[in-house]
């Protein structure tokens, strides 16, 4: 293969994983906006349970983010293969959240803020802890061949942010008014399972 | 180790949701707490991340010391976060579209102004070729998140309940400018950090005064705003309303009127008044919602009431209403429960509770979280701790969807003006008695009958007026009504205000 032909390929699997973190972004937010509503009804809406529910989804994304850390570090030959996995695993979540969410805030619910951490903490904590991991696996990625921290978390973060902020107008302006809740996750549960399956065809090693 | 960029990191974080705090409460408070307002804050928010995470990298790619450009960028940001609720302010009240565009812009560019320096900080303190290029990045990041944790609890708990948004403005945005001024400490010469820092003091100096000029600004225009009252849970406004009695605003919608004549009637309280003849045992009584007191008032005026449970989310309403004693006096009648607490799981923390009439003081069913208590499951769970005769009363606020949803979970459900009530009976024919009439005009308040001699066209009046079904509902819409329910937010989203 030609250096150009070589270089022409490394731009188009970089457009993919960035369409890719782009889609993953947007499937991110639906998550966010949907499933604090469900924790909402069953919690209730004051700032108590608002913050105790933002909180427990900041405190998954920063484990995530340590634990990606290592991850990538430890694997750096196979980050794109636990990319993709990553995102099946959210996608799977997704599809099961919203029983999982009423079977496991009925048990909890009748409690105070305790019961509302203890409860938003085992719903969320799993699929956060996933989306969290994500962006240290792929600046690390990317940094394998550019060689610049700074230029791979700006161009990353740039197409999740991206993907988040288009996924908060699809949540508010066309999703929920559609398909409610629960269609809601499990469109954005569709989409990470597309992602997963977009990665593991486009990213496979050559046999 | 070297800190100074996972600080740096840290304080991108908690500026940027602190701010997005802040806007989400003004923007959303312009703009009448619609859902979509929200998520549209939260997609320009999320752009102007978007957006400055690509200027940042550009930045870091070039050879400009990292540490001087995040200096001069979170000064700007801090100036600008300190103009920004203002210019928004001088807008609030044009055109609807150029109020959200102008809205959205300014948003958008107060947290692009804070992700630039979020590739800085990785960049300066990560490992750039060495096999801990992975650990070393997501420590920087999740200081990040760290501080995007953080951000909420210390605005949206601590700030938000001992300052105004107007000075919560510019708490943050100083703090952000001395985040820059920090920054620049190392690469600039003495002179200049003081000059900066001066003129920072000097910019928070000039937020302080007049502490809630901004809400004032905002604020809906329907008359001479009384008294503001802003905690964390929001923010309630009172205007001066005459003899109809003064308006109370709560996040900027019409919340309710201090009226307690029912010859005025300039807030339905005859809504609220048939039920003291359509349930003649009303010994346990549950509110949800107080506002302003004068619904709580009333109903303590109903013989034969032993107790009342009234739930409030937002404690702002007792501030609000100092300047009522009459309604303020219902607090400190000895049958009143006061308790300050999210309604639907106050409900679910009682489940032996039994009441005789429930009223539920729903807000405007377009608003976000409304639909928690309009769904068929809040309902469900009313229905649960009602006593058998028990009566349900609630706001439908122009919904005829409320109507369909009461019929679903109760045998019998009708719409009294703007009320729906419900019950395990047909309670209507016993409004058309005598008796409904004789207990009417027999209502006290504060020793005095609370009908004037000569108001029996009145009382009358109220017992005359039809329950509407939910059949002739359906006829007067032309769209099929459906149940709301938790999972489709119908009154939020599909059956909800235009944005």
């Given at each position: 293969?030609?250096?150009?032909?070589?270089?022409?390929?490394?731009?188009?699997?970089?457009?993919?994983?960035?369409?890719?973190?782009?889609?993953?972004?947007?499937?991110?937010?639906?998550?966010?906006?949907?499933?604090?509503?469900m924790?909402?009804?069953?919690?209730g809406?004051?700032?108590?349970?608002?913050?105790?529910?933002?909180?427990?989804?900041?405190?998954?994304?920063?484990?995530?983010a340590?634990l990606?850390g290592?991850?990538a570090?430890?694997?750096?030959?196979?980050?794109?293969?636990?990319?993709?996995?990553?995102?099946?695993?959210?996608?799977?979540?997704?599809?099961?959240?919203?029983?999982?969410?009423?079977?496991?805030?009925?048990?909890?619910?009748?409690?105070?803020?305790?019961?509302t951490?203890?409860?938003?903490?085992?719903?969320?904590?799993?699929p956060?802890?996933?989306?969290?991991?994500?962006?240290?696996?792929?600046?690390?990625?990317?940094?394998?061949t550019?060689?610049?921290?700074?230029?791979?978390?700006?161009?990353?973060?740039?197409?999740?942010?991206?993907?988040a902020?288009?996924?908060?107008v699809?949540?508010?302006?066309?999703?929920?008014?559609?398909?409610?809740?629960?269609?809601?996750?499990?469109?954005?549960?569709?989409?990470?399972?597309?992602?997963?399956?977009?990665?593991?065809?486009?990213?496979?090693?050559?046999? | 180790?070297?800190?100074?960029?996972?600080?740096?990191?840290?304080?991108?974080?908690?500026?940027?949701?602190s701010?997005?705090?802040?806007?989400?409460?003004?923007?959303?408070?312009?703009?009448?707490?619609?859902?979509?307002?929200l998520?549209?804050?939260l997609?320009?928010?999320?752009?102007?991340i978007?957006?400055?995470?690509?200027?940042?990298?550009?930045?870091?790619?070039?050879?400009?010391?990292?540490?001087?450009?995040?200096?001069?960028v979170?000064?700007?940001?801090?100036?600008?976060?300190?103009?920004?609720?203002?210019l928004?302010?001088?807008?609030?009240?044009?055109?609807?579209?150029?109020?959200?565009?102008?809205?959205?812009?300014?948003?958008?560019?107060?947290?692009?102004?804070?992700?630039?320096?979020?590739?800085?900080?990785?960049?300066?303190?990560?490992?750039?070729?060495?096999?801990?290029?992975?650990?070393?990045?997501?420590?920087?990041?999740?200081?990040?998140?760290?501080?995007?944790a953080?951000?909420p609890?210390?605005?949206?708990?601590?700030?938000?309940?001992?300052?105004?948004?107007?000075?919560?403005?510019?708490?943050?945005?100083?703090?952000?400018?001395?985040?820059?001024?920090?920054?620049?400490?190392?690469?600039?010469?003495?002179?200049?950090?003081?000059?900066?820092g001066?003129?920072?003091?000097?910019?928070?100096?000039?937020?302080?005064?007049?502490?809630?000029?901004?809400?004032?600004l905002?604020?809906?225009?329907?008359?001479?705003?009384?008294?503001?009252?802003?905690?964390?849970?929001?923010?309630?406004?009172?205007?001066?309303?005459?003899?109809?009695?003064?308006?109370?605003?709560?996040?900027?919608?019409?919340?309710?009127?201090?009226?307690?004549?029912?010859?005025?009637?300039?807030?339905?309280?005859?809504?609220?008044l048939?039920?003291?003849?359509?349930?003649?045992?009303?010994?346990r009584?549950?509110?949800?919602?107080?506002?302003i007191?004068?619904?709580?008032?009333?109903?303590?005026?109903?013989?034969?009431?032993?107790?009342?449970?009234?739930?409030?989310?937002?404690?702002?309403y007792?501030?609000?209403?100092?300047?009522y004693?009459?309604?303020?006096?219902?607090?400190?009648?000895?049958?009143?429960?006061?308790?300050?607490?999210?309604?639907?799981?106050?409900?679910?923390?009682?489940?032996?509770?039994?009441?005789?009439?429930?009223?539920?003081?729903?807000?405007?069913?377009w608003?976000?979280?409304?639909?928690?208590?309009?769904?068929?499951?809040?309902?469900?769970?009313?229905?649960?701790?009602?006593?058998?005769?028990?009566?349900?009363?609630?706001?439908?606020?122009?919904?005829?969807?409320v109507l369909?949803?009461?019929?679903?979970?109760?045998?019998?459900?009708?719409?009294y003006?703007?009320f729906?009530?419900?019950s395990?009976?047909?309670?209507?024919?016993?409004?058309?008695?005598?008796?409904?009439?004789?207990r009417?005009?027999?209502?006290?308040?504060?020793?005095?009958p609370?009908?004037p001699?000569?108001?029996?066209?009145?009382?009358r009046?109220?017992?005359?007026?039809?329950?509407?079904?939910?059949?002739?509902?359906?006829?007067?819409?032309?769209?099929?009504?459906?149940?709301?329910?938790?999972?489709?937010?119908?009154?939020?989203?599909?059956?909800?205000?235009?944005?």
């Amino acid at each position: 293969m030609s250096k150009q032909a070589a270089s022409d390929l490394r731009g188009v699997r970089r457009a993919i994983l960035f369409g890719l973190f782009f889609a993953s972004g947007a499937a991110a937010l639906v998550y966010q906006i949907a499933w604090q509503r469900m924790l909402y009804a069953l919690f209730g809406v004051d700032l108590e349970s608002v913050t105790v529910i933002v909180s427990v989804f900041m405190f998954g994304l920063g484990a995530g983010a340590l634990l990606g850390g290592q991850v990538a570090d430890r694997f750096p030959l196979r980050l794109l293969t636990i990319f993709a996995a990553t995102e099946l695993c959210i996608g799977a979540y997704g599809f099961i959240s919203p029983q999982l969410i009423g079977a496991t805030g009925s048990a909890l619910a009748a409690g105070g803020d305790e019961f509302t951490a203890l409860a938003s903490f085992s719903i969320l904590v799993i699929p956060t802890i996933l989306m969290g991991a994500t962006l240290p696996i792929l600046v690390a990625h990317l940094n394998a061949t550019d060689h610049h921290v700074g230029s791979a978390v700006g161009m990353l973060y740039y197409a999740n942010t991206l993907g988040a902020s288009v996924g908060a107008v699809l949540a508010g302006f066309v999703l929920l008014q559609e398909f409610g809740l629960a269609g809601s996750v499990r469109a954005a549960a569709a989409l990470n399972s597309a992602v997963a399956l977009v990665a593991m065809l486009a990213f496979r090693r050559p046999r | 180790m070297n800190r100074a960029p996972h600080l740096l990191s840290f304080a991108a974080g908690f500026l940027s949701l602190s701010q997005e705090i802040l806007w989400i409460r003004l923007f959303g408070f312009a703009n009448e707490s619609v859902p979509q307002a929200l998520s549209f804050v939260l997609a320009a928010y999320l752009l102007g991340i978007a957006l400055g995470a690509r200027i940042g990298k550009e930045a870091s790619t070039g050879t400009r010391n990292l540490w001087v450009v995040s200096g001069l960028v979170l000064t700007a940001s801090g100036v600008f976060d300190l103009a920004s609720p203002w210019l928004y302010g001088i807008v609030a009240h044009s055109a609807e579209n150029w109020q959200k565009a102008c809205g959205g812009l300014l948003v958008m560019i107060t947290a692009a102004l804070k992700a630039v320096v979020f590739p800085i900080a990785h960049h300066l303190g990560s490992d750039q070729t060495g096999n801990r290029v992975g650990r070393s990045m997501s420590r920087v990041y999740a200081f990040n998140i760290a501080g995007s944790a953080l951000g909420p609890i210390v605005t949206g708990f601590v700030l938000l309940d001992i300052l105004t948004t107007q000075q919560c403005f510019a708490v943050v945005a100083v703090l952000g400018f001395f985040a820059g001024v920090l920054c620049l400490f190392k690469c600039w010469p003495a002179w200049r950090i003081a000059a900066l820092g001066t003129a920072g003091i000097a910019l928070c100096g000039l937020a302080w005064a007049l502490p809630d000029r901004l809400i004032h600004l905002v604020a809906t225009d329907a008359g001479t705003i009384k008294r503001i009252v802003e905690t964390r849970h929001g923010i309630v406004t009172i205007y001066d309303g005459g003899q109809s009695g003064d308006a109370v605003y709560g996040g900027n919608v019409y919340d309710g009127r201090a009226n307690l004549d029912p010859v005025v009637n300039s807030n339905g309280i005859d809504r609220l008044l048939i039920l003291s003849a359509l349930q003649d045992r009303p010994r346990r009584v549950l509110m949800i919602g107080l506002s302003i007191g004068s619904w709580l008032k009333l109903v303590t005026a109903f013989p034969g009431v032993e107790q009342i449970d009234i739930i409030e989310i937002n404690p702002g309403y007792l501030g609000a209403m100092q300047d009522y004693p009459r309604q303020l006096s219902a607090l400190r009648d000895a049958r009143v429960r006061l308790h300050i607490d999210d309604g639907r799981r106050w409900l679910k923390g009682q489940p032996g509770a039994r009441y005789d009439l429930v009223v539920v003081n729903t807000t405007w069913h377009w608003r976000v979280y409304a639909s928690s208590l309009l769904s068929r499951e809040f309902l469900s769970e009313v229905k649960a701790h009602m006593a058998p005769g028990a009566i349900l009363a609630y706001n439908s606020t122009g919904s005829p969807d409320v109507l369909r949803t009461a019929s679903a979970v109760f045998g019998n459900a009708y719409r009294y003006q703007g009320f729906v009530v419900a019950s395990d009976h047909d309670f209507r024919p016993g409004l058309r008695t005598q008796a409904a009439f004789d207990r009417l005009q027999s209502l006290v308040l504060d020793g005095a009958p609370l009908f004037p001699p000569g108001s029996g066209k009145v009382i009358r009046s109220f017992l005359d007026r039809t329950f509407i079904d939910v059949a002739r509902e359906q006829a007067d819409h032309s769209r099929p009504l459906d149940i709301i329910t938790d999972d489709n937010l119908l009154t939020e989203y599909r059956a909800g205000h235009r944005f």
